[in-house]
C-alpha cells in the first residue's frame, strides 16, 4: 500500500540559479515529505521526519531524470537522504515509468522480497536554463560521482522512438510528434480548423482551473480557452495547431515521491493506517512501436486494452471510477486516453485531472506521475467511497501504464498483468521508406522557430498502395496555407528528396 506521499514545487523567486536546490536536494525534499505524510505528521517535513522509516526503506527507485545525469541518481538521493537501502535502482525513460515501478514494487513487496520501497523523482530544467540565460552561467553544484561508481538496477528498456526515415523528415521531439496526432484526429473527425481550435482550448482551459486550486502547481493561472488558443509574443505557435499553453511545461523546478510498505512493516514502523491508499490494479502495454507502423495516428489501442484490462483486475467498470488523472503532455494524449477508456472529455462534474497536467501543473520530465500518484492519494483520501484511476504515457504516445487504487483493500490483492499480446494481435500499417510519386496527406504539422516563423511542414503521407511514408513541405506560401485551411486529405508528389509538391 501507499503510505505516504511528498511534492515539492521551487517556484521562480529572485534567486540567484546556484542558490536553488539541486534535483537530489528537491527528492530528499520530497521523501521527507512522504516519510512525515506516512507518520500522520505532516509538520515533520520541516522538524525532522521519522527516522526508522527512512533507515527501513530497502528499495530506492528513482525515475530517470531529461535535464541531468549522473552514473547513479538512486545512489546520490540515498547519500541526499543518509540511508544506505539493499536495492538502488533507476528507470529509463517515460512518462509511464513512476506508475510502473511501483507496479513492481507493489508484486515485489506481495512476494516478500521488500517491505519498504520509495519512488522519487526530480526535474530542475527551469535553474539549469536560468543558470544559462544569466550573465555569469553560475556553476551548479549538484554533486559528482566519479565514473567508476557501481551502477544502479536498471529499470525498464528502452529503443530510438522513431525510424531513420521519421528522424530525417524531422520527427525528433515531442513537439514534433504529438501534433501529428492532434491533427490526424481533427481529419478522421471532419473538423474545421476554428471547431478543432476551440476544443483544444476548452479541453486545456478545465485543466489550467484544476492548476489553480492545486497547491504543487507551476502555474495557477486559470486561463481561458481564447487566452491559450490565441498566438501572441508570450504564447507563441511551436507545432500546428499549438502555441506554448498547449503543450508540456518541462521549465520547472518540480519532485515528488511515494512510499509503499507491507501492512507488516507499517504495523513494525507505528505507522497510522488512517491515510493508507491501496492499489488495486495495473496493467501495462505498448503501442505498435512506430508511428510508421500505427493502424491511425488519433487511437491508442495500447491504452484501450491495458485500461479494460486494469478495470477487470479491480473488478470494476469506468463509471464506478471516481478521481481520474490522464496523462497530459499534450491535449491529444488526453484526448486518446478519455476515448480508450471510454470516458467523456467535456464533462465538468468529471475532470480528467487532479494536478492541472503536465503545462499548469508542471511537467517534470518522466516523473509527472508521481506528482498525479501523490494527488490521487489525497483525492482518495479526502473521498474514499471511489476507486481512482491515473494513466502513464511514455514516448511519442508509445508505452502505457494504467493504475487502479482504493482507500480499501482490494478484495482480491493486487494483481497487474500485461496486455501487450491484445496489441500486438492488431494490424500495423505497411511502411514505405523508398515511396515517390503519387501520394495523400494522412496528416501533417508545421513547426515554428522561436520567432514565430514557420520553418518546415511534416507530413505523414499515404501511398497509391495505401503504405505510410513521410514527406517535408518548405516553401512559405503553402507553409501559410496548411495553418489556415485543411491539410489533411490534400494530394501531392512526393519528391526523391523528400520534399512533396501538395497539388
Not at 527512512?54 to 547519500?79: F, H, K, Q, T, Y
Not at 499549438?242 to 511545461?249: E, Q, T
Amino acid at each position: 500500500m501507499l503510505v505516504g506521499v511528498g511534492q515539492v514545487t521551487d517556484w521562480p523567486d529572485g534567486r540567484d540559479p546556484a542558490e536553488r536546490p539541486g534535483p537530489y536536494a528537491l527528492m530528499a525534499e520530497a521523501v521527507r515529505a512522504a516519510a512525515a505524510d506516512a507518520s500522520g505528521s505532516p509538520e515533520g517535513a520541516q522538524s525532522g521526519t521519522p527516522r526508522a522509516l527512512l533507515d527501513a526503506i530497502e528499495s530506492l527507485r528513482v525515475v530517470g531524470m531529461l535535464g541531468w545525469r549522473a552514473p547513479n541518481l538512486a545512489l546520490g538521493l540515498a547519500d541526499e537522504l543518509g540511508c544506505a537501502p539493499a536495492e538502488l535502482m533507476v528507470s529509463a525513460i517515460g512518462g509511464n515509468m513512476p506508475q510502473a515501478m511501483l507496479f513492481d514494487a507493489a508484486a515485489a513487496i506481495i512476494r516478500g522480497e521488500v517491505d519498504v520501497a520509495v519512488v522519487a523523482g526530480a526535474e530542475c530544467i527551469y535553474t539549469r536554463r536560468a543558470a544559462r540565460r544569466a550573465p555569469d552561467h553560475p556553476a551548479l553544484n549538484w554533486g559528482t560521482q566519479d565514473a567508476d561508481t557501481p551502477p544502479p538496477v536498471a529499470f525498464g528498456t528502452d529503443r530510438m522512438p522513431v525510424t531513420e526515415l521519421e528522424l530525417a523528415r524531422g520527427i525528433v521531439v515531442a513537439i514534433d510528434a504529438y501534433p501529428l496526432m492532434e491533427n490526424a484526429l481533427r481529419g478522421a473527425r471532419g473538423w474545421s480548423l476554428e471547431e478543432h481550435r476551440a476544443r483544444i482550448g476548452t479541453l486545456w482551459s478545465s485543466f489550467s482551473e484544476v492548476a489553480a486550486d492545486n497547491p504543487y502547481a507551476w502555474s495557477r493561472t486559470a486561463r481561458s480557452a481564447e487566452e491559450i488558443m490565441t498566438v501572441t509574443e508570450g504564447n507563441r505557435m511551436v507545432s500546428f495547431p499549438y502555441p506554448k499553453l498547449a503543450m508540456a511545461n518541462l521549465t520547472v523546478d518540480q519532485s515528488a515521491a511515494f512510499i509503499c510498505c507491507s501492512v507488516a512493516a507499517a504495523r513494525r514502523l507505528g505507522l497510522p493506517d488512517d491515510g493508507w491508499v491501496f492499489p488495486h490494479s495495473g496493467a501495462e502495454a505498448v503501442d505498435h512501436w512506430f508511428l510508421s507502423h500505427r493502424e491511425n495516428l488519433y487511437s491508442s489501442p495500447a491504452i484501450a486494452a491495458a485500461g479494460r484490462q486494469a478495470l477487470t483486475l479491480a473488478g470494476v467498470g469506468i463509471d464506478e471510477i471516481g478521481p481520474i488523472d490522464l496523462y497530459s503532455c499534450f491535449p491529444i494524449a488526453v484526448s486518446m486516453g478519455a476515448e480508450a477508456l471510454g470516458l467523456p472529455i467535456d464533462d465538468p462534474a468529471r475532470p480528467l485531472t487532479l494536478t492541472g497536467g503536465l503545462t499548469f501543473g508542471g511537467g517534470p520530465g518522466n516523473n509527472y506521475v508521481s506528482h498525479s500518484i501523490a494527488a490521487m492519494v489525497a483525492a482518495l483520501r479526502e473521498a474514499p467511497d471511489a476507486p481512482g484511476l491515473v494513466t502513464g504515457l511514455g514516448w511519442y504516445a508509445t508505452k502505457h501504464a494504467v493504475g487502479v487504487y482504493g482507500a480499501k483493500p482490494p478484495e482480491a490483492g493486487f494483481r497487474v498483468q500485461n496486455a501487450q499480446a491484445e496489441v500486438d494481435a492488431l494490424p500495423q500499417c505497411r511502411s514505405d521508406a523508398t515511396a515517390t510519386g503519387p501520394v495523400a496527406v494522412e496528416t501533417y504539422t508545421v513547426t515554428f522557430d522561436r520567432g514565430g516563423r514557420p520553418e518546415r511542414a511534416i507530413l505523414a503521407l499515404r501511398t497509391k498502395d495505401d503504405a505510410r511514408t513521410w514527406g517535408n513541405v518548405l516553401d512559405a506560401a503553402t507553409l501559410a496555407e496548411l495553418t489556415t485551411s485543411e491539410g489533411c486529405g490534400r494530394t501531392g508528389t512526393l519528391g526523391a528528396d523528400g520534399i512533396v509538391a501538395l497539388a
